[in-house]
């Protein structure tokens, strides 16, 4: 499932499949970026960063796609689980400021 | 053993009341940080303090001052609460230059 962040904010895959959250981003000049996942009743939880200099960077079932040409940024999450239901905040950085983009709503159906 | 800890969790209040949300950290950092988040989830933010000095403050109405003792502590002060303050408030700390911030469990404001 694949979504697009600001315009579509809620997100739903089956579990076991892949899933994209797209973020469009509005500094071109920002030059950290950043994947929060935040679940119900808690605060975000950082999941995966990425620097400027970078378009791709991978952790556990989790990676980070950036492309600066369109101030896009994107989490890709692999085999998708019930645990992963949550809200995905972007977030963009620079000068030890960090905004955060709209959000989208990731739900996993079983 | 909670890294970044808020009290209270729930903050139930009438218009015009003073109030204070307390904020700890025990990881060390040297950076805090409250963001505001609304009821559909944007989440803003407010302040920021470096070793006890005000590096960010955005455009907040100045009912709004936070204040930190200690690199370990911000606490956010509100005066004369309206209903549109009515929100989730999250403390954060991190080291500076650094994004991957530590969020407390938020503080649920409800002014009525």
């Known amino acids: 499932g694949e979504s697009v962040g600001l315009h579509l904010p809620t997100l739903s895959v089956q579990e076991g499949d892949n899933s994209i959250i797209n973020c469009a981003y509005s500094n071109s000049a920002s030059d950290y970026f950043i994947w929060y996942k935040q679940e119900s009743g808690k605060g975000p939880q950082f999941i995966i960063d990425?620097?400027?200099?970078?378009d791709k960077r991978q952790g556990q079932r989790v990676t980070v796609l950036l492309n600066k040409t369109v101030k896009h940024l994107s989490l890709q999450i692999a085999a998708t689980q019930p645990g992963d239901s949550a809200v995905y905040f972007c977030a963009e950085g620079l000068n030890n400021d960090m905004r955060f983009g709209a959000g989208t709503r990731l739900t996993v159906k079983p | 053993d909670t890294a970044v800890s808020q009290t209270p969790k729930y903050l139930v209040t009438q218009m015009g009341n003073d109030k204070s949300i307390k904020c700890e950290q025990n990881?060390?950092?040297?950076?805090m940080y409250w963001y505001k988040q609304d009821s559909k989830k944007f989440l803003k933010i407010m302040f920021s303090?470096?070793?006890?000095?005000?590096?960010i403050n955005e455009t907040v109405p100045n009912r709004f001052s936070p204040k930190s003792p200690d690199k370990a502590h911000l606490n956010l002060h509100i005066n004369s609460l309206e209903l549109g303050d009515s929100a989730v408030y999250f403390c954060?700390?991190?080291?500076?230059?650094?994004?991957?911030?530590?969020f407390g469990s938020g503080t649920r404001l409800t002014v009525v």
């Open positions: 303090y470096n070793n006890k000095e005000l590096i």
């Open positions: 954060a700390s991190g080291y500076l230059a650094n994004y991957g911030y530590t």
């Open positions: 990881l060390g950092h040297d950076t």
């Open positions: 990425i620097r400027s200099n970078m």
